[in-house]
T-cell receptor, first 114, second 115 residues
Framework: AQKITQTQPGMFVQEKEAVTLDCTYD???????LFWYKQPSSGEMIFLIY??????QNATEGRYSLNFQKARKSANLVISASQLGDSAMYFC???????????FGTGTRLLVSP | DTAVSQTPKYLVTQMGNDKSIKCEQN?????MYWYKQDSKKFLKIMFS???????INETVPNRFSPKSPDKAHLNLHINSLELGDSAVYFC??????????????FGPGTRLTVL
């Protein structure tokens, strides 16, 4: 079974600095996908970035990048140049082909201060 | 243009009542899902439908019954509501069933409060 672990319940960062949100996963599958979602205080779930297990390059989407270390089974989210609007809950999740359900971690609450 | 929409956004009701939440997606996706987010923010899959066919049912009480009239709609009906059903319910959709790990796009959520 898949399991996602996010060990940081809360993180603080100053505006314009970079921050790394940790995510480790536990799976015996060879093929899987890793996702990060953002949930602001308004409640919606916003897709940020995706990494496939066979992708050799780390995924990037604007200020978001995924530091994928397959041997360590980690998929950390790096947010560069933090903005006040980045304050939110961030969820790491995984899925695998044929089992179309996302398994989520417990989330990390990020607070960006001016 | 809303990709995945849910109605209502808020639902407050008494224990024992029956209620429905509707979900529609205009992304042309084949697979739709219901997730439940509890008071501790933990998200868990409840159901998944592919082209109107149920493919995932995750140990959910049978008071919860999903219905998919077509592949763009997935509704959730809940009978005999209990206090523990209070949560945020998210609908989501993705493109394909197999063999992909396609991105799931979420609706805005429905906050259900059972009094």
């Amino acid at each position: 079974a898949q399991k996602i672990t996010q060990t940081q319940p809360g993180m603080f960062v100053q505006e314009k600095e970079a921050v790394t949100l940790d995510c480790t996963y536990d799976t015996s599958d060879q093929s899987y996908g890793l996702f990060w979602y953002k949930q602001p205080s308004s409640g919606e779930m916003i897709f940020l970035i995706y990494q496939g297990s066979y992708d050799e390059q780390n995924a990037t989407e604007g200020r978001y990048s995924l530091n994928f270390q397959k041997a360590r089974k980690s998929a950390n989210l790096v947010i560069s140049a933090s903005q006040l609007g980045d304050s939110a809950m961030y969820f790491c999740a995984s899925t695998r082909p044929g089992f179309q359900k996302l398994v989520f971690g417990t989330g990390t609450r990020l607070l960006v201060s001016p | 243009d809303t990709a995945v929409s849910q109605t209502p956004k808020y639902l407050v009701t008494q224990m024992g009542n029956d209620k429905s939440i509707k979900c529609e997606q205009n992304l042309g996706h084949d697979t739709m899902y219901w997730y439940k987010q509890d008071s501790k923010k933990f998200l868990k899959i409840m159901f998944s439908y592919n082209n109107k066919e149920l493919i995932i049912n995750e140990t959910v009480p049978n008071r919860f019954s999903p219905k998919s009239p077509d592949k763009a709609h997935l509704n959730l009906h809940i009978n005999s509501l209990e206090l523990g059903d209070s949560a945020v319910y998210f609908c989501a959709s993705s493109q394909a069933r197999l063999p992909s790990t396609d991105t799931q796009y979420f609706g805005p959520g429905t906050r259900l409060t059972v009094l």
